[in-house]
C-alpha cells in the first residue's frame, strides 16, 4: 500500500466540505499498479476568501492589531480570521493544560477551540490543534512564545425526562419524535441555544429555556414535567467553565398515549 502523508489542493469551503474521510476515493488519472485511493480523514484547512460581510468583521480588528497579539480579544479575532475551520474561540490568559485541566500559569496562554462540524461533539483534531499552536506562537509577544497552547472543550452530556401531552393522543409517537428532535437540536453546542447560535462555553442550561422550545412544538398540548437526570438542582444544569452542553440520553413519557 501507498499511504500519502500529505497533499495540497484548491477548492476553498466546498472542496473542504467534499473531502470529509473516505470522501476523496476517484482517481482522475489511471496510475498503473494502484486499485483504489481514499482518504483516511477529513481534509482540513482552506477556507474562501472574503465576503464583504468578513471585510465588515475582521477589518476594523485586523487594522487595531495589525497582525500581533497583545489582548485576549487579539487574540481571539486573529485566530478566527486565520482557521474558518472553527465556530468560536475563548481566549484563556495564565491558563495552561494540565493533567486534564487548566491551571494557573502566570504567562501562559491557551486558546479554548470549537470546530464548525456538524457532529453532536464538535472536537478539534490533534493536526488542528498543532497549527493553531503554531500560528499562536507566530502572532505572540516573544516572551510567552512558549507559553502557548490549544485544546478543544470538555462536553457535558445533558439527560432528560420530559412528561408531555399531544393535542391528538393518536399522534403522540410523532410529536415524541418531534420532542427529541428539539431536545437534541436545542443542545447542541454550536447551532443549539434559544436563537440557535450556539452555546457560550460555560453558560448553564436553563431549565425555563428549554420548556419555552417544547411547549412550542407543533403538536404539543402541554408539557408537564421536565427533569435534568443529573443535576440537584431543578431549574438549572450547571455546566463547568470552558465546557459547553451536549444531548444526552433523554425519556419521554407522552401522558394518555
Not at 40 to 63: K, R
Not at 83 to 101: D, I, N, Q, W
Request: glycine share 10%; with cysteine.
Amino acid at each position: 500500500n501507498i499511504v500519502l502523508r500529505h497533499a495540497q489542493t484548491g477548492g476553498g469551503e466546498q472542496a473542504k466540505k467534499a473531502g470529509r474521510a473516505l470522501g476523496v476515493k476517484d482517481l482522475r488519472s489511471h496510475l498503473p499498479f494502484v486499485e483504489s485511493v481514499y482518504n483516511v480523514l477529513d481534509v482540513t484547512g482552506g477556507s474562501d476568501g472574503w465576503s464583504s460581510e468578513d471585510i465588515q468583521t475582521f477589518g476594523p480588528q485586523q487594522i487595531k492589531n495589525r497582525g500581533k497579539a497583545v489582548t485576549t480579544e487579539d487574540y481571539e479575532w486573529l485566530t478566527l480570521q486565520r482557521f474558518s475551520e472553527l465556530a468560536r474561540v475563548r481566549c484563556l490568559p495564565t491558563k495552561a493544560p494540565s493533567g486534564g485541566t487548566l491551571i494557573f500559569r502566570p504567562g501562559a496562554v491557551t486558546m479554548l477551540v470549537l470546530p464548525d462540524t456538524p457532529v453532536a461533539e464538535p472536537r478539534p483534531s490533534k493536526a488542528l490543534l498543532r497549527r493553531i499552536e503554531e500560528y499562536l506562537k507566530s502572532i505572540t509577544l516573544a516572551n510567552i512564545g512558549d507559553e502557548l497552547y490549544a485544546i478543544g472543550p470538555a462536553f457535558v452530556p445533558i439527560s432528560l425526562t420530559v412528561h408531555a401531552r399531544a393535542v391528538n393522543r393518536n399522534e403522540s409517537k410523532q410529536v415524541e419524535g418531534r420532542i427529541r428532535d428539539e431536545i437534541n437540536r436545542f443542545l447542541h453546542p454550536h447551532t443549539g441555544g434559544e436563537n440557535g447560535s450556539g452555546w457560550p462555553f460555560g453558560r448553564d442550561v436553563p431549565r425555563s429555556e428549554l420548556m419555552a422550545v417544547l411547549q412550542g412544538l407543533e403538536g404539543v398540548a402541554f408539557i408537564q414535567s421536565l427533569d435534568f437526570d443529573e443535576s440537584s438542582d431543578r431549574n438549572t444544569r450547571p455546566i463547568p467553565e470552558y465546557s459547553l452542553p451536549v444531548s444526552g440520553t433523554h425519556t419521554i413519557i407522552m401522558i394518555g398515549a
